[in-house]
Nanobody, 120 residues
Framework: QVQLVESGGGLVQAGGSLRLSCAAS????????MGWYRQPPGEQRELVAR???????DYADSVKGRFTIARDNAKNTVYLQMNSLKPEDTAVYYC??????????????WGPGTQVTVSS
């Protein structure tokens, strides 16, 4: 069984910062790409940032220069540092990871989500 658990969400004023963390645990064999998605109220889930197991990153245009994704392979953890937050960043943020388990084929896993609310 593979699980992803997010932490670090909360309420922050515009211009503030938050750091999200997501740890993968369970019967892990290999973790490939990891990333963060978000779903604003009434909208579809969208990619925020992702990072390959080699450290190559990709960001949505709306967060470039403000958010930074990083990973610690030894801890099976991915982070999202969010600076200069705006009210439009308000959403549920989901961790995603492409994982090969010892007892399962390679597939995408999702965390339960963490709420980020940015007040104006």
């Amino acid at each position: 069984q593979v699980q992803l658990v997010e932490s670090g969400g909360g309420l922050v004023q515009a211009g503030g910062s938050l750091r999200l963390s997501c740890a993968a645990s369970g019967s892990l064999r290999s973790i490939f790409a990891m990333g963060w998605y978000r779903q604003p109220p009434g909208e579809q889930r969208e990619l925020v940032a992702r990072i390959s197991n080699g450290g190559v990153t990709d960001y949505a245009d709306s967060v470039k220069g403000r958010f930074t994704i990083a990973r610690d392979n030894a801890k099976n953890t991915v982070y999202l540092q969010m600076n200069s937050l705006k009210p439009e960043d308000t959403a549920v943020y989901y961790c995603n990871a492409n994982i090969r388990g010892y007892y399962s084929t390679t597939r995408d896993y999702w965390g339960p989500g963490t709420q980020v609310t940015v007040s104006s």
